[in-house]
């Protein structure tokens, strides 16, 4: 009777694990078939043109945050997951002070808006996907010009993973 309890709770694992498997395994449609052209010789007058210029990269400078982010995931009323994010500033040159003289205002509406993020969900599932990804860079973006003025130029995600708890 005593080697029963194992082996059942043995059996749940095994069992919860394969289906977490089954949920969770990216689907094995086949792809659709891609059909490969030549370049033609006037490829190039075709290609649009670059959005930043070298110019416009040598008036910027790119200051990371001092520590990463860490967001707790709320599932079922307790924590189920944590987000771990490292950010950097794309700023107009000459505006690093400025970063770390607010930087703790600025930390505090970054969390807000990842806080805020985590409740609507933008952190389950794919949650490293562009489609998530890009509102809450938008987001980061809009606060950190309240905060910093017109001087921040994009906000970018540097590092970004999810703990399971």
């Known amino acids: 009777m005593k080697f029963l309890i194992p082996i059942l709770m043995g059996g749940v694992g095994v069992a919860g694990g394969v289906g977490a498997n089954l949920y969770l395994a990216p689907s094995h449609e086949p792809e659709a078939a891609v059909e490969c052209v030549a370049p033609a010789a006037d490829a190039h007058a075709e290609m649009p043109e670059p959005t930043i210029q070298a110019e416009d990269l040598a008036n910027r400078e790119f200051v990371k945050m ?22 950097a500033l794309e700023m107009e040159k000459g505006h690093t002070e400025l970063v770390y003289e607010r930087e703790p205002k600025l930390r505090d509406v970054f969390l807000q808006v990842m806080f805020d993020q985590a409740t609507v969900g933008r952190f389950n599932g794919r949650f490293a996907s562009t489609r998530n990804l890009e509102p809450l860079r ?28």
Do not use: C, N, W, Y
């Not at 001092?66 to 950010?87: D, N, R, Y």
């Not at 938008?138 to 708890?165: C, F, N, P, Y």
């Open 66 to 87: 001092s520590s990463q982010f860490i967001v707790p995931v709320i599932t079922e009323e307790k924590v189920g997951a944590l987000m771990v994010m490292a950010i």
């Open 138 to 165: 938008d987001e980061l973006r809009t606060v950190a010009r309240q905060i910093l003025g017109s001087h921040v130029m994009d906000v970018l995600i540097t590092e970004i993973a999810r703990q399971d708890v």
